[in-house]
């Protein structure tokens, strides 16, 4: 068996039944196209929990109109407070544009201040786990303050989110995963139907079962392989088009976690599994190719 | 390599003892068949349709199995050949069948080229041996034509020359003439001499009974998966079947 009979006899394949080849690609690339948000999602927001300058017990979000040096007054008369910082909303933005550079310029046009103005709490290292918990549910009552919570809940509550996005994502793309190893399981058993004549010339002439199968792994490999790479072609699209769309319609939530595309070893394992998978698919139809 | 060279020393080409096939507990498709074809013999197989001509060839070919009795063919009990060795032991043989068989998307030259490839001959040797093929079938001046461009009977040349491109040392042929009109059988025919003249043993299931008259070979005749009583006096190693390894 030589390389030009494997490739010229993959690329034969994929000529004979070019509707199912390209159905079998596309459904590949969109099995793939959905975890992929997914992973790009989370690994925006997961850069969103590491980008926090420095841990702060308790968050009070305040109204625009509030009186920042009363509430913060207000929280050091607690004797478990150490320090109380006042986040004004210049210096909230002043900090997201440090934070996030490449986003500087869909911010830069906006008219009014995207973030409302906080005050972080940290407690002394001998206040108790729940001191942090109690502060927050205390200032929810307080005049001036919009929301409070403690870093606690908002860290678990993000990291929640972030938790179950991943898992959504994964059951999906296990899902969809499944359900494109079975559409180029049916597009190599398609093929070997097209081939069958070609296939009994060539066990008749002594080719070993190797030689017949290895065109139809290749082809099947090629188009997973294909079907990832052009998944991450789409997402790639998706990612710059909502950028785009970031840039002129500024949005102060989806800004603040629409930074950044999938990091090199996430994106180059995409086609890596879609190849898998085309693979895995040919192996599942061939497994059941009768011998004579 | 040439046939003389891929022999198994002086033993017979085929040899057959006591094969029975049965398809399922009531079909009994060969029933107690012996017989022997020696080295470059041509021998013709014939017998009514349902005889079980093409069953035997199917056996000797290993497509099936006999349900007992040994079959030998080039010194191998093809019986007790293991899987991974069945597509070795076809390449020592060529298989012509009546419906041609052939690649319809492919050229005569990318036929024979294509089953070389397959066996990973390099493409010097391919052509050399392709065209060697197909000069001898006489069709070196259609090697660029696709099959639906040739005649019945180029179409059969060229399944032939498919056949005996890996210079086989055993030709078998299932009804090669049974699509092809009595001229065309004729020259069919005179192409299976000619190989046979150059060592190959050749093996011919046929129904053609005027045909084998006018060849002249030895016959075998199947009757309702057996023998013919005459032909089977004939089989001197009907009596012992010596064990022999895959």
């Avoid at chain 1, 210049?90 to 103005?117: H, K």
């Avoid at chain 1, 502060?135 to 005049?143: D, F, K, L, M």
């Avoid at chain 1, 190893?181 to 080719?207: C, K, Q, Y």
């Avoid at chain 2, 032991?89 to 050229?107: A, E, M, N, Y």
Wanted: hydrophobic share 45%; charged share 20%; with cysteine.
């Amino acid at each position: 068996m030589n390389s030009r009979y494997l490739f010229g006899e993959a690329w034969a394949i994929a000529k004979s039944g070019p509707r199912h080849t390209a159905i079998a690609v596309v459904l590949i690339a969109l099995a793939f196209y959905v975890p992929g948000l997914f992973a790009l999602l989370s690994r925006n927001l997961g850069r969103l929990a590491g980008s926090a300058r420095e841990p702060a017990a308790a968050i009070l979000t305040l109204d625009a109109s509030a009186d920042a040096r009363g509430v913060a007054a207000r929280v050091t008369e607690d004797p478990r407070v150490a320090k109380v910082t006042i986040v004004g909303s210049a210096a909230a933005l002043e900090r997201f544009r440090r934070a996030y550079p490449d986003l500087g310029g869909a911010i830069a046009d906006l008219g009014e201040a995207p973030f409302p103005p906080a005050i972080e709490v940290s407690l002394k290292p001998s206040a108790p786990p729940r001191a942090a918990r109690e502060i927050a549910v205390a200032a929810r009552s307080w005049p001036g303050v919009d929301a409070a919570e403690s870093e606690e809940e908002f860290a678990a509550k993000f990291r929640d989110g972030v938790r179950l996005l991943r898992g959504a994502g994964l059951f999906l793309g296990g899902l969809l995963t499944v359900a494109a190893i079975l559409s180029v399981a049916s597009a190599v058993r398609l093929a070997l139907d097209l081939h069958r004549d070609e296939i009994g010339i060539m066990r008749r002439m002594g080719a070993t079962e190797t030689a017949i199968r290895a065109p139809f792994w290749l082809h099947a490999f090629f188009e997973g392989l294909a079907g990832g790479a052009l998944a991450l072609a789409l997402l790639y699209a998706t990612y710059r088009g909502a950028a785009y769309f970031l840039s002129r319609e500024p949005h102060p939530v989806l800004a603040l976690f629409w930074v950044g595309f999938l990091d090199l070893p996430t994106a180059l394992a995409l086609p890596a599994v879609g190849g898998a998978a085309g693979f895995l698919g040919s192996l599942l139809s061939l497994s059941k190719s009768p011998k004579s | 390599m040439t046939p003389e060279e891929r022999t198994a020393g002086g033993a017979p080409m085929i040899q057959l003892f006591r094969v029975c096939k049965d398809f399922g507990p009531f079909r009994h498709a060969l029933s107690e068949v012996s017989f022997t074809v020696e080295r470059g013999e041509f021998v013709f197989l014939t017998g009514p349709s349902g005889a079980g001509k093409s069953t035997l060839l199917k056996l000797l070919f290993r497509e099936e199995l006999p349900t007992s009795g040994q079959i030998v063919v080039n010194g191998r009990n093809i019986g007790v050949l293991p899987d991974g060795q069945v597509p070795y032991f076809r390449r020592t043989l060529g298989v012509v069948f009546q419906d041609f068989k052939l690649i319809g998307r492919k050229t005569v030259y990318g036929n024979l080229a294509f089953v070389q490839s397959v066996l990973g001959l390099s493409r010097g040797e391919q052509k050399r041996r392709a065209y060697q093929a197909l000069k001898r079938v006489g069709l070196h001046h259609r090697m660029n034509s696709l099959p639906s461009e040739l005649s019945g009977g180029e179409q059969q040349r060229t399944a032939i020359a498919l056949a005996i491109v890996n210079e086989p040392v055993l030709l078998l042929a299932d009804e090669p003439t049974g699509n092809l009109d009595p001229v065309l059988s004729e020259e069919i025919m005179k192409l299976f001499s000619e190989i046979n003249i150059r060592g190959t043993t050749v093996f011919v299931a046929t129904h053609d009974v005027d045909l084998i008259r006018r060849m002249g070979h030895r016959v075998l005749t199947l009757e309702k998966g057996k023998l013919r009583e005459r032909d089977m006096a004939r089989e001197a190693l009907a009596r012992e079947a010596p064990f022999l390894p895959g």
